[in-house]
């Protein structure tokens, strides 16, 4: 079957999960250069997808010290349409920020006003489904019922971003809710087996309980679920959509 951005941008979420879960590994380095090479071969419209395969291989390449390769990927995935200022701001990407070629790079990235809103609220929004599945976790544990909650998203921007960069930031957060709302599912899946296995086995089991441990944990669900819907992005009114340089290297204090 031919590639088309939509499958690639699938496959990118696919690798982008499996890393999340399982951590780097060779088989998805390899992966995401597939993807570098089959979005090339789309041209202009598979353009970031390349650049977002090229920006996590750098990731990975300054994570395992390489900082020289992580420059010549970052360098290639802003020549094909990175442009995450923010991104490049966070604490795994600081020790960049001191080389004068990572300098250079970060230089020639350009964005516009509506776009940097948007890259504002994507990071913030990884940062708050994190601490929501950290908060869920917490809340589940000495649950005796049975039933399985999911971990509430934020719904995804829809605006039509005026850089296609944005999109990258995009996948990051769709495959950051997938990781952390999996994990989660795992947990409950776990906890809702041994309580089962409990109540079949064990007469002191307490129903009861069980039973108000379920209402207040689909109360919570219930929560959850509206903030992370008050959380959607909404566009600023009069954000302007011309490019321009991105904000001073160092000028950006990483979403917390």
Known sequence: MADTVHSLADRVHELLVEIGTS???????????????????????????????????????????????AVAHLDAAVTAGLNDCVMLHAAPLRP??????????????????????????LHREMQ?????????MVDDLGRLDTGVSLLPLA???????????????????????????QAALKMDFQRSSGNTSLSLIDGSWD???????????????????????????VERPGAGTTLAFCPPLGSITYPA
């Open 23 to 69: 951590g780097p590994s060779a088989v998805a380095a390899a992966g995401l250069h597939d993807v570098v090479a089959r979005a090339a071969a789309l041209g202009p419209d598979g353009a970031w997808l390349a650049a977002a395969g090229r920006t996590t291989l750098g990731v990975l390449a300054l994570a395992h010290g390489q900082g020289d390769q």
């Open 96 to 121: 960049l920020h001191g080389d004068p070629r990572f300098r250079a790079v970060y230089q020639r990235m350009r964005i516009t006003e509506a776009d940097l809103d948007e890259l504002f609220w």
């Open 128 to 136: 708050l489904v994190a601490q929501d599945a950290q908060s869920a």
């Open 155 to 181: 719904p995804m921007p829809t605006r039509v971003p005026n850089t296609r960069g944005i999109l990258i930031a995009r996948i990051d957060l769709a495959a950051t809710q997938t990781v952390l709302r």
């Open 207 to 233: 129903y009861p309980q069980a039973t108000r441990d379920a209402r207040y944990a689909d109360d919570l669900e219930s929560r959850r679920q509206r903030a992370a819907e008050a959380r959607a992005f």
